[in-house]
């Protein structure tokens, strides 16, 4: 009977212990969050397998190219037919034979050529597969700086909460002692109030930030993340500065190895079209086995030949084709082309992008310095009445919007600096 108990027991806490392990908290650093995402980000998932897609599509087209073995049996009655030869009468029997047939390609232009495309084609997933890591990468790192801001104006905001409770607070005391007006108070409960709500609708935020953070990693949606990074050790002055004088080259971008490589397949789809004017060579080989036979049978069971294709006149269909191969060719040059003065352009303005957000950010950490002096000393005159509650919330307020600039300013520099990695392919990245 213990034994049963014991046993309903603990078979009533698996289902606990389960729940416990699924929703129990994960923590992370960017670079593990990039890893883990990288790993398990569906989109990314989905992505790769383009890469064994094509991998077997370049299997497909090289095995056009090798020996064709097909079989065959057949069977075939004349329900006894007698042929009448001047009064010889022969019966015509059943045949039934089984047919081994071998071809094999000798020479074909096009297929040689389509051989290397689809290689090309392969590269060409690949690197598209590339460009869908480093959307995931921004896309985590994007995320990942949006909740540690979220996180430090929700700590502001509650330091300022406090600090404005025991402001309220002894104001209303003041007031009950008959020192303070009754505006006062009321000054700063409705301040009280304002900063709750903001905190509230900060931590709405940081709530989908969250969430959107565990799509973006292929994290279940119940499951508790923390950060173990601050929002501060992402900024590295000396590392801005070199990245700002970081010389461009555009072979490194990975749009412009996509359209590069995209470029190449239409030379070689060009040059497919131009090798459908040139003959095609096969051999052939077939054996034949007599399972039913006539009394007279004069076939050979071997047989061996080559077959030559030759194209005489398509109706100007393959120089049309030809046509319309050069021209996709000529449009992907200019895109290419177009593309590098782009990304040359792009560069430009990221890097005056980045040294803006670098002058704010030092301007706006000043600015802080600033308004938590000036509140500080605020504070201390509302408390011995030299200054009114209503300057003590403009303090206040200048002191919030003050942090706020600052932590935009830093998330600007962060995705400034971000934008120009990306150019750059210098993402955070498993290597």
Same mark, same amino acid.
């Given at each position: 009977?213990?034994?049963?108990? @014991? ?25 593990? /969050?990039?890893? +883990? /995402?990288?790993?398990?980000?569906? *989109?990314?998932? /989905? ?6 897609? &094509? ?7 090289? #095995? ?35 047919? $081994?047939?071998? !071809? ?5 232009? *096009?297929?040689? =050529? ?12 690949? !690197? *598209? ?14 995320? &990942? ?12 905001? %509650? ?6 409770? %025991?402001? +309220? ?9 008959? =020192?303070?007006?009754?505006? %006062?108070?009321?000054?700063?409960? =409705? ?56 010389? @461009? ?54 047989? #061996? ?7 005489? @006149? ?34 430009? !303005? ?10 704010? &950010? ?8 600033? /308004? ?38 830093? $998330? ?18 498993? *290597?």
């Amino acid at each position: 009977m213990k034994k049963v108990i @014991f046993l309903l027991v603990a078979l009533s806490l698996l289902p606990w212990k389960t729940r416990a392990q699924e929703t129990s908290p994960r923590s992370f650093t960017l670079q593990e /969050a990039i890893t +883990f /995402a990288l790993e398990h980000n569906k *989109q990314l998932q /989905a992505s790769a397998m383009n890469i064994e897609l &094509y991998k077997q599509k370049v299997r497909e087209t090289i #095995a056009q190219g090798l020996p064709q073995v097909n079989g065959s049996v057949d069977y075939s009655t004349n329900f006894n037919h007698e042929m009448d030869f001047g009064g010889m009468k022969i019966t015509m029997k059943d045949q039934s034979n089984a047919k $081994l047939s071998l !071809q094999q390609l000798l020479f074909n232009g *096009q297929w040689l =050529v389509g051989v290397r495309a689809s290689r090309l084609a392969h590269r060409l997933a690949a !690197q *598209q597969i590339d460009i869908t890591e480093q959307e995931v990468v921004e896309n985590v790192c994007n995320s &990942y700086y949006n909740i540690l801001a979220c996180r430090r104006m929700l700590a502001i905001l %509650d330091r300022n909460i406090q600090l404005m409770n %025991d402001s +309220f607070e002894h104001t209303r005391d003041m007031f009950s002692a008959g =020192v303070m007006e009754e505006t %006062d108070v009321d000054q700063l409960r =409705v301040s009280v109030g304002q900063l709750e709500n903001s905190r509230l609708s900060m931590q709405r935020t940081l709530e989908v930030s969250h969430n959107l953070l565990r799509i973006q990693m292929g994290i279940e949606g119940d499951t508790p993340v923390t950060l173990s990074d601050d929002l501060e050790c992402f900024i590295d002055p000396d590392a801005n500065a070199r990245l700002a004088l970081q010389p @461009f080259h555009v072979e490194e971008n990975l749009q412009y190895r996509l359209v590069a490589t995209q470029t190449e397949v239409n030379k070689k789809l060009l040059d497919a079209e131009k090798w459908s004017h040139a003959p095609t060579l096969a051999g052939l080989y077939s054996y034949t086995h007599k399972i039913l036979k006539p009394e007279l049978d004069m076939s050979p069971k071997h047989a #061996a030949g080559l077959s030559l294709s030759i194209p005489i @006149f398509s109706g100007m269909q393959r120089d049309a084709k030809i046509k319309q191969a050069r021209v996709t060719l000529e449009q992907s040059l200019v895109n290419k082309s177009l593309l590098e003065e782009q990304l040359a352009m792009q560069e430009r !303005q990221l890097k005056f992008e980045l040294n803006n957000a670098m002058e704010n &950010y030092n301007l706006q950490k000043e600015n802080i310095e600033v /308004a938590n002096r000036v509140l500080d000393s605020y504070k201390r005159k509302y408390e011995v009445g030299t200054r009114s509650s209503m300057e003590l919330t403009q303090a206040n307020t200048t002191y919030l919007q003050a942090e706020n600039n600052y932590t935009s300013a830093v $998330l600007a520099l962060l995705q400034a600096r971000l934008n120009l990695e990306k150019l750059y392919n210098r993402l955070p990245h498993v *290597q």
